[in-house]
C-alpha cells in the first residue's frame, strides 16, 4: 500500500504540472506513454524491446500517435494513415523475412495494439487541445468510476460482473461507480457551462455512457491479460503496474468523446 501511494504521488508531480502546461511538454509526455503502451504489449508477447519486430512495431504505432506538424521533413501528401499502413505492411512483411520466427498472430498483435495505444493516446493530446478542462472531464469520469466501483463494489458488491475476466468486479460496484461518477462530475459540468456541446440532459447521458465505456475498457485490458498469463501489463509504475493499465479505461473514453462530437 505504502508503495502504491508513493507512485501515485510522484506520477502525480510529474502529470499534474504537464497536464496544465499542455501543448508540446505535455505531448511529448503522451508521446512517451504510447511508446510505454507499445512496449507493454511486446512484452506481453515476450518479444524483445530491440528487435526487428519491436523497431516496425513502434514506428506504427508513433505513425498515428505523433502529430503530423512535428515531421515537416515528411513529404505533405504522406499522411499519419498512410505512414500506419506502410509499416503495418512492413510487420507482415517481416513474417516473410524472420521465416515465421515472427507470426502473421504476432503481427496482428502488434498493429491492434498500435491502433489501441497510438490512437487513444492521440485523443489525450485532441482533448488537452480542446480545453484543460475537457481533460479533466474524461479524468474525472474515470477515476470517480473507478473509486466509486471500488468502495461500493467493497461494501454491497456480491453479484459478479464477469467472474471469468476479472473475479473482483460486481454489478453493485459497476452501477454505484457510474452513479458517483454521474453525480459529481454533472456538478463539475454546472460550473464549466463551456463543456456542453449539447443540452444539460444529454451530457448527463453522455457522461453514463463515457462510465459505462471506461468500464469495459478495463474489462478489456483484463481479458488480454488473462490471456497471456501476466498479473500486469507492465511494472513501470511500481504498485499500480504498466502504463495501460492506468490508462486502460481513458483509451475507451476518449474515443467515445471524439465519436460524440466533444473532442
Not at 484543460?132 to 471500488?150: H, K, P, Q
Request: charged content about 15%; overall charge positive.
Amino acid at each position: 500500500m505504502k508503495q502504491r501511494v508513493i507512485t501515485a504521488i510522484v506520477a502525480l508531480i510529474i502529470f499534474i504540472p504537464l497536464l496544465i502546461l499542455g501543448g508540446t511538454p505535455f505531448n511529448l509526455l503522451v508521446v512517451a506513454m504510447g511508446l510505454i503502451g507499445m512496449s507493454e504489449f511486446l512484452r506481453m508477447k515476450k518479444k524483445l524491446l530491440v528487435s526487428p519486430e519491436a523497431i516496425i512495431g513502434f514506428l506504427t504505432m508513433a505513425s498515428l500517435l505523433i502529430p503530423k506538424t512535428w515531421l515537416d521533413f515528411i513529404p505533405e501528401q504522406v499522411t499519419n494513415l498512410g505512414m500506419f499502413y506502410f509499416f503495418s505492411l512492413c510487420l507482415l512483411l517481416y513474417t516473410v523475412f524472420s521465416k515465421n520466427r515472427f507470426s502473421f498472430d504476432d503481427a496482428g498483435v502488434l498493429i491492434l495494439g498500435s491502433v489501441y495505444a497510438g490512437i487513444g493516446f492521440g485523443y489525450m493530446m485532441h482533448a488537452r487541445a480542446v480545453s484543460l478542462w475537457m481533460l479533466l472531464y474524461a479524468l474525472l469520469i474515470v477515476w470517480l468510476t473507478d473509486s466509486g466501483a471500488y468502495m461500493i463494489g467493497r461494501k454491497l458488491g456480491k453479484h459478479k460482473l464477469a467472474p471469468h475476466i476479472s473475479p473482483n468486479k460486481t454489478w453493485e460496484g459497476s452501477i454505484g461507480g457510474s452513479l458517483v461518477a454521474v453525480v459529481v462530475v454533472s456538478c463539475y459540468l454546472y460550473f464549466f457551462p463551456e463543456l456542453h456541446a449539447y443540452d444539460s440532459v444529454t451530457m448527463i447521458g453522455l457522461t453514463l455512457l463515457y462510465s459505462v465505456g471506461g468500464q469495459l475498457g478495463d474489462l478489456v485490458e483484463s481479458a488480454f491479460k488473462r490471456y497471456y498469463g501476466v498479473k500486469d501489463s507492465g511494472n513501470i509504475l511500481p504498485g499500480h503496474g504498466g502504463i495501460l493499465d492506468r490508462f486502460d479505461s481513458l483509451l475507451f473514453v476518449l474515443p467515445l468523446m471524439h465519436f460524440t462530437g466533444l473532442i
